[in-house]
């Protein structure tokens, strides 16, 4: 076999090693190991929920019962020694009730924790976020903020104001009461607007976004694109300012300015259907 063949062949094993996962996480990686958590806490009227996750997704959902209830799976495939030392804490003061994760300060420990929390339709939800993984909240109260680093945000059906963040993942915000900032790097923003308490800031730097907005809302409104193009589809907007990439206009009576801007992708307003 000349030395050709030879580096061929080392080549080849070499990318399928890599596929398959073989040599990717080290000597120590095996198979996954799991660890459960679960609580129930007294919650009333005045209860408020925060969460802070490291490395995970959160999912948030109302339901009929009168305690707060929290399911979490800590996950690694570094042994059950590595499950040991992140630890999910759970303490109440001042009624607020937070949940949050707990690494070592200093060292690299490789576990994720996925958590599922049901809450009384009492409970305010405040200020959720995570590092790595997706928010979910849905059918809850409360004037929210989800941040996550690699991850989507998807809310629906929520009764209060809502703020989403995300470095890397999309957003997706429908049947709330209303949007404070939504902002993205890498994803599509799709949102409905049914109101505003002040200036609101939509921002992406690579993805489309595509907003319905309430037509009996009144805003100035400014739609801005880099590389892409503004559609509009029934939104009864007195335009002032008309480019291929750059409209400006008047919904209404005016009033606080919803502010719409993407590096990368194509802007649709439509006039949304209630």
């Known amino acids: 076999m000349n030395k050709y063949q030879i580096t061929f062949l080392l080549f080849s094993t070499l990318i399928v090693a890599a596929v398959s996962g ?78 949050e994760t707990k690494y070592p300060p200093i060292e690299n420990v490789r576990v994720s924790v996925d958590m599922k929390i049901k809450v009384p339709e009492n409970v305010t939800v405040d200020i959720i976020e995570t590092t790595n993984g997706n928010i979910v909240i849905s059918d809850t109260k409360g004037n929210t903020t989800a941040i996550t680093t690699n991850g989507a945000v998807t809310i629906t059906n929520v009764e209060g104001y809502i703020t989403a963040r995300s470095s890397n993942g999309a957003l997706d915000i429908q049947r709330t009461t209303g949007i404070n900032d939504l902002k993205t790097t890498n994803g599509k923003i799709e949102a ?38 503004i559609s509009m589809n029934e939104v009864e907007l007195v335009v002032t300012k008309l480019e291929s990439t750059h409209v400006e206009g008047i919904l209404g009576e005016g009033g606080s300015k919803i502010s719409i801007k993407t590096t990368n992708g194509n802007v649709n307003l439509n006039k949304l259907i209630v």
Do not use: M
């Open 22 to 99: 073989c040599t990717t996480y080290g000597p120590d990686f095996g198979a996954e190991k799991i660890e459960y958590f679960s609580g129930d806490y007294e919650a009333d009227n005045n209860t408020t929920l925060a969460v802070n996750n490291i490395n995970g997704q959160i999912e948030i959902d109302s339901w009929d019962g009168d305690k707060v209830e929290l399911e979490a799976i800590k996950r690694t495939n570094y042994g059950e020694d590595e499950l040991e030392k992140v630890h999910i804490i759970v303490n109440e003061i001042d009624d607020v009730l937070k949940v």
């Open 192 to 229: 409905q607007i049914l109101d505003i308490k002040n200036d609101l800031d939509i921002r992406c730097t690579n993805g489309a976004v595509i907003i319905h907005i309430d037509p009996s809302l009144d805003a100035e409104i400014e739609v801005e694109t880099t590389n892409g193009q």
